[in-house]
């Protein structure tokens, strides 16, 4: 028998990729009334929330759509946020995947676009935590750089470049776009942290701690959207 799951994240000022987002996860190739989605909208200034209503109005599954305005400045700009904000943010998402009757939460950022079989793939794994590959190197000129970390002989977490693409296999740190089972969060009380910086180490770290595994399968690879369109340039 398939999982409930439930699909969601935190979102803010993302008018400008929801629509293609929204789009690829109803094309999720899994059956729609064990499907829910929630959305923690955060402090967004642009038309984030009414895309997110419209969609809660038109589809077939649950949607939770649940607004919390935290202020904080340059809130609009990719890379100026706070990492204490973005892991309280994740917890909501966490307490609502708890409250609900879902076994799985698919956790995926806004500017991800899923392919249709990611979320059958993923749950096929049998893992707590595993996830797909999504490149992170667009804006460092690298596309090696992966969402996949391991801690190395000097106590720092590096970047995976080189990989296998046909299995699946463990690592120490991921994130972006990932499968996280009941057992983690009500089983292990597993919860994001910024103590370390990013939100998604934080999480990684204390799983590592209750002996979570982790894990990313090769075979699975979404798309990263990370450049916002410039609306002060016309096309020529």
């Not at 190739?29 to 038309?47: A, G, H, Q, R, V």
């Not at 759509?65 to 340059?74: H, P």
């Not at 296999?169 to 089972?181: E, N, Q, R």
């Not at 180490?201 to 916002?228: L, P, S, T």
Request: with cysteine; charged share 20%.
């Amino acid at each position: 028998m398939n999982p409930r799951v439930m699909i969601g994240c935190p979102v803010r000022n993302r008018a400008w990729i929801l629509p293609r987002y929204l789009e690829c996860l109803c094309r999720i190739e899994y059956p729609k009334d064990l499907i829910e989605f929630c959305f923690i909208i955060n402090n967004s200034i642009d038309n984030t929330e009414n895309i997110l209503q419209h969609f809660a109005r038109d589809n077939s599954s649950p949607v939770r759509l649940i607004k919390v305005d935290i202020a904080e400045e340059y809130a609009h700009k990719r890379g100026f946020y706070s990492f204490k904000h973005l892991a309280f943010l994740r917890n909501l998402l966490l307490n609502e995947f708890q409250n609900s009757a879902c076994q799985f939460l698919f956790s995926v950022d806004s500017d991800i676009l899923v392919p249709p079989h990611s979320l059958s793939r993923l749950i096929q794994n049998q893992c707590d935590i595993v996830s797909g590959l999504v490149c992170n190197g667009h804006h460092l000129n690298d596309s090696r750089i992966y969402n996949i970390l391991n801690w190395t002989d000097n106590n720092r977490l590096q970047h995976v470049k080189d990989f296998p693409r046909d299995r699946l296999f463990p690592v120490d740190c991921t994130g972006a776009a990932y499968l996280i089972s009941r057992n983690v969060v009500e089983g292990h009380g597993i919860r994001y942290s910024h103590l370390m910086g990013p939100e998604d180490i934080g999480f990684c770290m204390e799983a590592a701690k209750k002996g979570v595994k982790i894990y990313c399968d090769g075979r699975i690879e979404f798309i990263h959207v990370m450049d916002e369109p410039n609306p002060n340039l016309n096309p020529s």
